[in-house]
């Protein structure tokens, strides 16, 4: 017997104040979001013979987002603002030219501008299963496995046309600095696209043994692979004191990457041995009336909320680049990583 099944449900909203993407918390700002979820699922089931059922079900999970795409403000570009702006200038090189707009300025209890953040997000899961099962006698045996791949890919827009902050470092008052054209910073950003990805694979076998017409045991034996995340072009980094990277020579003392020695692209090992023992059983003593039941396993899981986005946008992958305090002139270009920095990299397009 097969069966499919397909879910989709997609949503939009206008959100007026986008404080939580960086925007502005005053009217005439508005960005939007919206998204869209789909879900296919599909299973075959089969009879062989008269004891023996074989299940192999397969899904496919699709959610992508566009949160704060900025709307409110945009079209007005800086230089009719008063910026100087281009390369070779002492002032703002903007990176996304189709959505200048009001400039993006915070001050202490406000903030005024074009939406700065926005975070497109397409997230990919696929599921294989499989699973077995067969009586025999008194015993009833099930085997199966499981395969689990999934794609987070990102591209988060992050002040890419700039931002000014007055906090009032100048006179103590933000709004005076303002008047006098003496941001506390400035920050400017170019993040990379970023592409996690992570697999699971999970193998079991079971028997369900009735030993007698009120005793019943259960014992088995799960194996999982829970391999950590990695980025699909190696787009992270971590340290390991007075290790000099081979992949990028010009970072500090203990800053590595995949392909440097003993690194894997996962940064850390998968748990290859991660066998994990089931055994339970159920009694009824006397009439029937009362069950008695005892269990004992051991469960491998991955850390809940611990994924590779925590290394998203680290040097040398789109740092962004703040200006301090003292009177402003915005950086003339925001430089890609060289080997005067880094080392060379290239821009990778946009592939959810």
């Given at each position: 017997m097969m069966s499919a099944y397909y879910f989709l449900d997609g949503w939009s909203q206008n959100n007026p104040y986008p404080v939580g993407q960086g925007g502005a918390n005053v009217p005439g700002f508005n960005a939007l979001n919206s998204g869209r979820a789909q879900l296919l699922a599909l299973g075959d089931t089969k009879t062989l013979g008269s004891a023996a059922v074989n299940e192999f079900h397969f899904s496919f999970m699709r959610d992508a987002t566009d949160l704060g795409k900025p709307s409110g403000g945009v079209g007005m570009s800086l230089a009719s603002q008063g910026f100087v702006v281009g390369q070779n200038t002492p002032g703002i090189v903007p990176l996304s030219p189709t959505t200048e707009g009001v400039e993006s300025v915070d001050f202490n209890n406000f903030s005024v501008g074009t939406n700065t953040n926005e975070l497109k997000q397409v997230n990919n899961t696929f599921q294989w299963r499989d699973g077995f099962s067969k009586v025999l006698g008194t015993h009833t045996i099930k085997a199966g496995a499981e395969l689990h791949y999934d794609q987070v890919n990102t591209n988060p827009i992050a002040q890419l046309n700039g931002n000014f902050i007055f906090f009032g470092s100048e006179t103590g008052v933000d709004f005076a600095d303002f008047l006098l054209g003496i941001p506390s910073q400035y920050n400017q950003s170019q993040l990379q696209t970023f592409y996690g990805r992570n697999k699971y694979t999970g193998l079991y076998a079971q028997d369900s043994w009735r030993v007698t017409k009120n005793l019943t045991l259960n014992y088995g034996l799960r194996w999982d692979r829970i391999e950590p995340w990695y980025e699909k072009y190696n787009q992270i980094a971590t340290f390991e004191p007075g290790r000099q990277s081979v992949v990028f020579p010009?970072?500090?003392?203990?800053?590595?990457?995949?392909?440097?020695?003993?690194?894997?692209?996962?940064?850390?090992?998968?748990?290859?041995?991660?066998?994990?023992?089931?055994?339970?059983?159920?009694?009824?003593?006397?009439?029937?009336?009362?069950?008695?039941?005892?269990?004992?396993?051991?469960?491998?899981?991955?850390?809940?909320?611990?994924?590779?986005?925590?290394?998203?946008?680290?040097?040398?992958?789109?740092?962004?680049?703040?200006?301090?305090?003292?009177?402003?002139?915005?950086?003339?270009?925001?430089?890609?990583?060289?080997?005067?920095?880094?080392?060379?990299?290239?821009?990778?397009?946009?592939?959810?």
């Open positions: 010009c970072p500090p003392a203990g800053n590595l990457f995949p392909g440097d020695p003993a690194v894997p692209r996962t940064i850390g090992p998968p748990g290859n041995l991660d066998f994990a023992p089931r055994l339970g059983l159920a009694w009824s003593p006397g009439s029937g009336k009362t069950s008695i039941r005892a269990s004992y396993g051991i469960f491998y899981t991955a850390i809940e909320a611990l994924t590779i986005g925590i290394s998203s946008a680290n040097a040398p992958y789109g740092p962004p680049i703040p200006a301090p305090h003292r009177r402003f002139s915005p950086p003339r270009s925001l430089p890609r990583p060289t080997a005067r920095t880094w080392a060379s990299t290239s821009r990778f397009n946009w592939r959810p």
